[in-house]
């Protein structure tokens, strides 16, 4: 999980250059373990809110700001025509994906845990964190409800998330794109996340780690094939098929309420590179949002041809990471640059809110916490990023067009547009 200071360095050229090297390098992935956290602290330095209370913590983040009320489903995907290339002895390749969608008569069916609990579990281990000592925050995604079929079919959107993270932190952002009546699928990138449970209570852990950009790029090059299997299985569901290895029931109404002519993605850290790769690869995809993370591949120079977003920390990583430029400068169709003033790279993701909740049973000292999410309230960051996105893809997906992405707004002054 922890990659090289160098490596990171190539990877992240907008960090401060003041960050210790323990520290800096656990930023390159998703949330931070005990060990690299105990190695960064400086000598003498106070923990945030230090705690010894044997009481779990619970963790919550924000609800969703739209009207809809939202069903969930998980699906066990299998692709028998590849092996899985980053566990060569592994069979095929297996994935799991999580279903996002606006719902009805959901009050009768029970809310979704935000990790299964054996991947729950794996996390805190990761963290170095005490068994049972975090309490999870609580999807408002209610499992298997019906969908609502009243605005008929919807437009798609999917999320991939960081490098050797897990699905479960992009939940904020999903959850809230739902709740305005998207339908968005999350994935898993199976033997590079730190963990994903499968049904059955199988949890594969990641594959064999080299740290150098090769297998990098092979990680991008495996989540865009994986995305472009799991809109052919969206295809399958729409047409009232049923993909799901274990054939699980799933949620009434679900076959035809895919718009599988509109369809969206966005990621963050190396998702976002996935996102980019991905609809370089598939036409399916009419528009991408990268959240702060670098390009790797051949995207890198030769960008995308239809709508993109670069959403990152300040200042504008155009200035300063070459993979950034050269994406901009080979992309052809309608681009948008976008900071948030005093983020972080963890920011883009639900560790915004996760990692201040556990700053004190993790022992992060104020320096630390800064480093990984900023200064900016919290909540101003989830806010922005989610009206910024739900904005680009009402644009590009519907055709509604806010005036939000003409340029700076008064209403959100921490962004801003570059180059």
């Not at 390159?28 to 809110?49: E, K």
């Not at 200042?315 to 080979?330: G, K, N, V, Y």
């Not at 996760?354 to 993790?362: S, V």
Request: charged share 15%.
């Amino acid at each position: 999980m922890i990659a090289s200071l160098a490596r990171l360095r190539r990877r992240r050229r907008w960090l401060r250059s003041a960050v210790p090297p323990g520290l800096a390098a656990a930023l390159a992935a998703g949330l931070m373990t005990a060990p690299a956290l105990a190695a960064a602290a400086p000598v003498g330095a106070t923990p945030v809110g230090a705690t010894t209370a044997t009481q779990p913590i619970r963790t919550s983040i924000p609800a969703p700001t739209g009207r809809h009320r939202i069903g969930t489903v998980s699906l066990h995907l299998v692709d028998p025509t590849r092996t899985d290339p980053l566990v060569p002895n592994h069979p095929t390749r297996e994935i799991m994906v999580q279903m996002w969608y606006p719902a009805s008569d959901a009050e009768a069916y029970p809310t979704a845990p935000y990790l299964p609990p054996l991947a729950a579990a794996q996390l805190e281990a990761d963290q170095g964190l005490p068994h049972g000592s975090v309490v999870w925050p609580r999807t408002v995604g209610h499992q298997g409800a019906p969908v609502d079929h009243r605005h008929g079919p919807r437009p798609v959107v999917l999320y991939s998330t960081a490098g050797n993270s897990v699905r479960a932190l992009g939940t904020g952002q999903v959850e809230d794109l739902a709740s305005h009546g998207y339908i968005v699928i999350a994935l898993d990138a199976t033997h590079e996340a730190s963990e994903v449970e499968f049904p059955g209570g199988r949890l594969e852990l990641p594959g064999p780690q080299s740290g150098d950009d090769a297998l990098t790029v092979q990680q991008v090059a495996v989540r865009a094939a994986d995305t472009r299997f799991v809109l052919n299985q969206l295809a399958e569901l729409n047409k009232g098929g049923n993909p799901d290895a274990e054939h699980d029931t799933l949620p009434k109404g679900l076959a035809g309420s895919l718009d599988l002519n509109r369809i969206g993605m966005f990621g963050w850290s190396l998702g976002g590179a996935a996102t980019a790769q991905a609809m370089a690869d598939d036409p399916r995809i009419k528009a991408g949002i990268n959240l702060s993370g670098t390009f790797f591949g051949p995207v890198a120079t030769t960008g995308v041809t239809r709508p993109f977003m670069l959403m990152s920390q300040y200042p504008h990583p155009l200035e300063i990471d070459p993979t950034w430029a050269s994406f901009w400068a080979h992309s052809t169709g309608p681009k948008f640059a976008l900071a948030l003033a005093n983020s972080a790279h963890q920011s883009w993701s639900d560790a915004e809110q996760l990692y201040g909740q556990l700053a004190g049973l993790l022992g992060l000292t104020h320096e630390q916490l800064v480093d990984l999410i900023g200064t900016i309230d919290p909540t101003t960051a989830t806010r922005d990023q989610r009206v910024y996105i739900r904005a680009f893809f009402d644009h590009y997906l519907r055709d509604r067009h806010s005036h939000l992405l003409d340029g700076p707004s008064p209403r959100y002054p921490d962004i801003t547009f570059g180059p």
